[in-house]
């Protein structure tokens, strides 16, 4: 990538180049020395620059990399981490990583796996000789050269007699690649720790997939410290070298040296693992690979202080307005929004009614490791021709999106903002409903916050003071009235469903509520609208409610059928209950699940039309309720294999299979259903013939599913804040922008885009709101 306007022409005396890539916490460039030798140089942002904490383990990454400095690592050529914009100069190296190799290739086999396998053994070797422990061995880590693998990035390592440094407290590290003690004792992790990493890798490079993946970091993160790996697809001779690497006992983990025997004993020509060369990889991994696929010839990782990534050596940070007494109900009503994407499957909940995933300690030290060292990497991710889509095509030339019919709000210009969390500590769920000319935004420690479309502006605010909820928001607008969740501070504590004036967010009533909704349906939308009603479970969660909107009086009580445990929905326009048998929800694998209509008026349930198979509501077309059938996979990734069309009138379900399974988020917009993986490709599937009508791979990822907005496009946006606008009609991209933040998003996210007329507004990690013009995007920094 060519230098731009604002980047520096040399550091430390090294003229610039290129850029190699660019991310959160810092860019890398291609420079020469004196003699034209080739070097990547990380240059580290200077508001990190400008964190002790953030400093010292940069000093500690230099450090750690001149002291392994050898032949199966990136040599230190000069740094300076005193100085005003810290960096550090490199061995460039040339080749893909392995990330790369596995995206475009598949799986690795035969004497190529083995020669991986030793060379890889042997750098972590020399690594801990020098007394360092790497703590962050991944694919975007490992670069092929042509003269062997070569490990990167050490700005999480540590010298093996210090105590590791955990920027406050917080787990570094990325969880596919983890062992169990970095995220139980990070302060403890020693060499075996890297075992276990090289363990995963091995395992990554022979089959394409990890031990322990999963479609989030959270379940990824319990999977690892909790379950057995999965290494059925190993060739049976590597399975057997790196089953004990796999100990969740560091103590009964091989040494190097006694890896290094066990390894040079491996027959020369190793089985290919079973359907090698597959480019379908478990979600979770992508998550945290996405980044790893940009431009070729760079240098770069995702780890530590460093994150954009490609091929190379080195990598640096993953890189007229409505007043306040406006009344909503005299304003336009934004169409009516499908229920929530689904969520994956949780581990067993409490015995307790209220089934919400909390963010309990090992999902809390995930999220950390995402946010510093997994999930920060934001280059382009085209796959196929330069900054071009899955087919190679690129990104449509001069193709903008078209404004017909649609305007500004009155005065708009762009606008930032970000909404305090109270007393949250996790702040990744916040997300707006639109009414007129101003916006209603709740989630990440907000029971709901009322804000200017114009310019951004909080007119009032009304903070959740319990324990956040995984993929739980707002629950919507109806009139004057604003409900939105209020969180309970005990976890075996019903939490509320609160209403609240949409003029001065002053409390009108409020009623405890139990929830079944991510267990029953995979989604976490405890509380929906229909009409003038909003229906939730009672708080013991045995009964649905339906309450008015306005004055929170209850209409009807409708109790679960015997032995079933249920959740309200609402899609197009009608309301549903779906319900599983108790066992399963509290299991959170509901198999035999069943869809009963209901009576808005009476609470009556209709006749039970019965679903087999996991099954997660997407919303309603052409009069029919659309769920996606789920299945869980060898190595514990959710994939979709069928659409299920559930005809209320009639009581009839048809399922119908698809033509290839698909992972990610799967999101119906228009008719059509969308499946986006955590890598940014975005499928479009026709529902009833189950045939897919394009696949397009966007640089967007870890994105949630689209939205449909002005100009017949698609848009779709991460917790980064980086926001794709595609054509509906065949998923060209239009545009894309860049990050505005850090942070990483899990599967099953919530849309994070709305729409004031042709303003779009993108809710991102640590609460941020900003919006911009969509026929006047902002070019990516």
Known sequence: MALREGDPEEIGGYPLESRLGSGGMGTVFLARTASGRPVAIKLIHQQFAADDEFRIRFRQEVAAARRVSGAFTAAVVDADPEARHPWMATTYIEGPTL???????????????????????????????????????????????????????????????????TMTGRVIGTPPFMSPEQLQTPRGVGPSSDVFSLGTLLVYAATGQGPFDADSPYMTAYQVVHEAPSLGAVPPELRAVVEPCLAKDPAARPSVDELLVRLRDLPTELAAAPGGGSRTRDTATQHHLAGDTGSTGNAGSTGGTGGASGTGSAGAGGAGAAGKGTDPAHETAPPGSSPAPAAPTAPPATPFRRLRRRWRPVLAAAVAVAAIGGGVAVLQA???????????????????VAATGAALPHGFKPWRQSVPPGQAKITDELRCVPRGQALFCGGGGVVATRVRAADGHREWTV?????????????GVAGDTV??????????????????????????????????????????????????????????????????????????????????????????????????????????????????????????????????????????????LVLAKRRVGEVGVIEYEAVVRVDPRSGRAT?????????????????????????????????????????????????SGP?????????????????????????????STGPKTNGTSDVGMEPRVTFVGRAIVVAGADNLLFAFDTAKPPRPE
């Open 99 to 165: 990330a790369q190799r596995i995206a475009e290739r598949g799986p690795i086999g035969g004497a190529e796996l083995r020669t991986l396998a030793i060379g890889l053994t042997e750098a972590l070797r020399d690594i801990h000789r020098a007394d360092v422990v790497h703590r962050d061995l991944k694919p975007s880590n490992v670069v092929l050269s042509p003269e062997g693998p070569r490990v990167i990035d050490f700005g999480i390592s540590r010298a093996a007699d210090q105590q590791t440094l």
């Open 382 to 400: 085209g796959s196929g021709g330069k900054d071009g889509g899955a087919d190679g095509a690129p990104p449509g030339k001069g193709r903008t």
């Open 463 to 475: 903070h959740s003071p319990g324990i956040p909820v995984q993929n739980t928001s707002i629950v």
């Open 483 to 624: 409900l939105g969740y209020r969180m309970a501070a005990d976890d075996n504590a019903p939490g509320d469903v609160v209403a609240l004036d949409a003029a001065t967010g002053e409390e009108r009533w409020s009623t405890s509520a139990g929830a079944l909704s991510t267990a029953v349906t995979g989604r976490g939308q405890d509380a929906v609208i229909v009409g003038s009603a909003v229906l939730t479970v009672d708080a013991d969660g045995t009964r649905v409610e339906s309450h008015a909107v306005r004055s929170g009086k209850v209409l009807w009580r409708s109790p679960f059928p015997a032995g079933q445990d249920c959740s309200p929905l609402a899609a197009g326009g009608r309301a549903y209950v779906m319900c599983g048998p108790g066992r399963q929800v509290s299991e959170s694998e509901v198999r035999n699940a069943t869809i009963r209509a209901v009576d808005p008026v009476s609470g009556r349930f209709g006749a039970s039309v019965p679903l087999a198979g996991p099954v997660e509501p997407l919303g309603a077309a052409d009069g029919r």
């Open 655 to 703: 399922t119908t299979e698809l033509g290839t399974r698909y992972g990610g988020t799967p999101e119906l917009v228009g008719g059509t259903v969308y499946f986006t993986e955590q890598n940014g490709t975005v499928s479009a599937v026709d529902p009833v013939s189950g045939k897919r009508a394009w696949t397009r791979q966007t640089d967007v990822e870890g994105a």
């Open 707 to 735: 939205v449909a907005g002005p100009g017949e496009a698609l848009y779709l946006s991460s917790a980064s804040g980086r926001v794709a606008a595609l054509a509906a009609r065949d998923g060209e991209r239009l545009w």
